[in-house]
T-cell receptor, first 112, second 110 residues
């Protein structure tokens, strides 16, 4: 199993540009989520999904959209990038139940 | 909502010293508790976990016990090494969503 994969690893955007961060998992997990990590802070939840076709907002959803058309994929869209969205983004997945969440390697995004 | 509070850092220790990093949580459900470690420029690595009250998680000499009565999950290690220098995050997992503390930076000097 590849686990949780994220692309790209690094990205530089100009203010106002849009892009999609990709996340995929091959473990047939029901739950998937996106987090951002800012310097000196822990991860904060952006959006999450409990299954295909079901998404909900987390703690810091503004400026981001998600959709979940398949169990495997959970892309995160930045609609109009802002410097405040400069961060490291982590995708994660888990089974129903609270036993463990599997994290991807992260995408380092810089918005200039 | 859920929250996790970690002791403020940074923490600087000499090699072979005893380590404690405090973590307390509030949760409305029955979460699992985790400690993650992050090295500079890298992602998160799961260090240890506990899924129910009184469970003890352990790995690489680190230990933490899930204490429901004090809502705590303190990380301990009896003898730290220079290679343990990293940022440590306490987290809880509830209904597929994790809540993280702000992290504690540990520096171990030879």
């Amino acid at each position: 199993n590849a686990g949780v994969t994220q692309t790209p690893k690094f990205q530089v955007l100009k203010t106002g540009q849009s892009m999609t961060l990709q996340c995929a998992q091959d473990m047939n997990h029901e739950y998937m989520s996106w987090y951002r990590q800012d310097p000196g802070m822990g991860l904060r939840l952006i959006h999450y999904s409990v299954g295909a076709g079901i998404t909900d907002q987390g703690e810091v959803p503004n400026g981001y959209n998600v959709s979940r058309s398949t169990t495997e994929d959970f892309p995160l869209r930045l609609l109009s990038a802002a410097p405040s969205q400069t961060s490291v983004y982590f995708c994660a997945s888990s089974y129903l139940g609270n036993y463990e969440q599997y994290f991807g390697p992260g995408t380092r995004l810089t918005v200039t | 909502g859920n929250s996790v509070t970690q002791m403020e850092g940074p923490v600087t220790l000499s090699e072979e010293a005893f380590l404690t990093i405090n973590c307390t949580y509030t949760a409305t459900g029955y979460p699992s508790l985790f400690w993650y470690v992050q090295y500079p420029g890298e992602g998160l690595q799961l260090l240890l976990k506990a899924t129910k009250a009184d469970d003890k998680g352990s790995n690489k000499g680190f230990e933490a016990t899930y204490r429901k009565e004090t809502t705590s999950f303190h990380l301990e290690k009896g003898s730290v090494q220079v290679s343990d220098s990293a940022v440590y995050f306490c987290a809880l997992l509830d209904a597929g969503k994790s809540t993280f503390g702000d992290g504690t930076t540990l520096t171990v000097k030879p």
